[in-house]
């Protein structure tokens, strides 16, 4: 029994994944150029990850996964993008002391990058099965 199987083609993507995409990859380039604390290199998977698996996992059509699927597409492009830039451009200036959270911070990108997986997996799984139960409609 096969639960989990890839329906995407990779390489005849739309419009809209292909721009999520390249910017996923320009943030990716933006994370490996930018001068920040060494500490945080690992952050750099984050957009990595994200190109990954939306090249992977998500559907050609984006916004066929309803509503909220693409508000819950284009927020983890927020988390897993944008923020990181952000954060590497001030430098991951925080008011703690980073002592205290250093120690976990590599396993933290790691299971951000799972958690990730989990969730495109899951919102993937769910679709094709509604869709298949004709409880999701097509909106045209």
């Given amino acids: 029994m096969q639960i989990i199987r890839f329906r995407t083609r990779p390489l005849k993507a739309s419009k809209t994944k292909l721009g999520f995409l390249f910017a996923a990859f320009i943030s990716f380039i933006l994370m490996l150029t930018i001068d920040y604390?060494?500490?945080?290199?690992?952050?750099a998977i984050l957009p990595l990850a994200y190109f990954i698996f939306t090249l992977l996992i998500?559907?050609?059509?984006?916004?066929?996964?309803?509503?909220?699927?693409?508000?819950?597409?284009?927020f983890y492009f927020f988390r897993m993008c944008i923020l990181p830039v952000i954060c590497a451009l001030g430098n991951f200036y925080l008011e703690p002391s980073k002592g205290d959270y250093m120690d976990y911070y590599d396993m933290a990108m790691i299971l951000t990058c799972f958690e990730n997986l989990i969730v495109f997996m899951s919102l993937s799984y769910y679709c094709h099965y509604f869709r298949q139960r004709k409880i999701i409609t097509k909106i045209v």
């Fill in 37 to 43: 604390d060494e500490d945080f290199k690992l952050t």
């Fill in 58 to 74: 998500i559907d050609n059509e984006i916004f066929r996964y309803g509503m909220g699927g693409g508000a819950l597409i284009i």
